[in-house]
């Protein structure tokens, strides 16, 4: 089964797709100056829906409208690419998917997401009682995001843990609370 979310943010509209593609009229709907697509949940990329995706490129690019894939899985960038079209996607980061939108959005409240320099990141993290080397490993983690190096998706956890991962829009839901004012939360 195919399911949609689709979530707008300013002239963003992000769709979060979950099952197998096969084929979908959903995407062709927005009217957006940039659609995302969340590929994090799809576990599998048949004709039809591959049919569709390089469809959905030329469409939006005769509509002036930008295009960006989330998040797809190594088995998904690998049908893309099989079929010569992955280096015409463009891959969206994590911050582009505007984390801190959705979670203010479900915590009633503005969370703002601040790219600090690295310096200026650690001497955060060391003032909340942080180990050095902890802080550093952070740093690290940071930089492989920046970079675009941790964007790969696999089902390693979920192999491992037995339990599939959630979406994002999901977790933001789940775990408003740890975003909300502490007022809000005591009462």
């Keep these: 089964?195919?399911?949609?979310?689709?979530?707008?943010?300013?002239?963003?509209a992000i769709l979060q797709c979950e099952g197998r593609i096969v084929r979908s009229e959903a995407v062709t709907s927005q009217r957006d100056a940039r659609v995302v697509i969340d590929l994090s949940e799809v576990n599998a990329l048949e004709g039809g829906g591959l049919g569709m995706l390089i469809f959905l490129q030329r469409w939006v690019h005769d509509r002036n409208i930008q295009l960006k894939l989330f998040n797809p899985s190594q088995s998904l960038r690998a049908r893309l690419e099989h079929a010569s079209s992955m280096s015409e996607f463009e891959i969206a980061t994590f911050d582009e998917m505007m984390a801190a939108e959705k979670i203010s959005r479900v915590a009633g409240r503005k969370i703002s997401y601040v790219d600090l320099p690295a310096a200026e990141l650690k001497k955060g993290i060391l003032s909340?009682?942080?180990?050095?080397?902890?802080?550093?490993?952070?740093?690290?983690?940071?930089?492989?995001?920046?970079?675009?190096?941790?964007?790969?998706?696999?089902?390693?956890?979920?192999?491992?843990?037995?339990?599939?991962?959630?979406?994002?829009?999901?977790?933001?839901?789940?775990?408003?609370?740890?975003?909300?004012?502490?007022?809000k939360v005591a009462s």
Excluded: N
């Design 128 to 183: 909340t009682g942080t180990s050095e080397w902890s802080a550093d490993a952070l740093i690290d983690l940071q930089r492989l995001y920046r970079e675009g190096k941790a964007s790969l998706v696999t089902d390693d956890v979920e192999r491992l843990t037995r339990h599939k991962p959630i979406a994002f829009h999901q977790f933001a839901r789940d775990y408003a609370f740890a975003f909300q004012d502490e007022a």
């Design 1 to 12: 089964m195919f399911s949609i979310y689709i979530d707008k943010v300013g002239d963003v």
